[in-house]
């Protein structure tokens, strides 16, 4: 018998059930390993806490997104 694809990516830890929760938390988690962009020097930004954000290539300090530097509506 052939093998069933996961399609439920990294949600895939939790195993069987919660299904629906867990396609949101997917969709949470291919958003957080997108490169988060300097908005100065196109550098990459780390997230300090909640909104605050800092370019480890010029050393700007800026506010973002809470989670994500750019905030866009997550597709379902
Ligand atoms: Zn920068």
Same mark, same amino acid.
């Given at each position: 018998? %052939?093998?069933?694809?996961?399609?439920?990516?990294?949600?895939?830890? !939790?195993?069987?059930?919660?299904?629906?929760?867990?396609?949101?938390?997917?969709?949470?988690? &291919?958003?957080? =390993?997108?490169?988060?962009?300097?908005?100065?020097?196109?550098?990459? %930004?780390? =997230?300090?806490?909640?909104?605050?954000?800092?370019?480890?290539?010029?050393?700007? &300090? !800026?506010?973002?997104?809470? !989670?994500?530097?750019?905030?866009?509506?997550?597709? &379902?």
């Amino acid at each position: 018998m %052939a093998v069933k694809k996961k399609k439920i990516g990294s949600a895939g830890r !939790f195993g069987a059930g919660y299904g629906k929760v867990k396609q949101k938390l997917v969709a949470v988690e &291919k958003k957080q =390993r997108i490169k988060q962009e300097c908005p100065f020097c196109k550098g990459r %930004a780390k =997230r300090q806490a909640r909104s605050i954000w800092e370019c480890s290539k010029c050393e700007k &300090k !800026f506010a973002g997104g809470a !989670f994500h530097l750019k905030t866009q509506k997550v597709k &379902k």
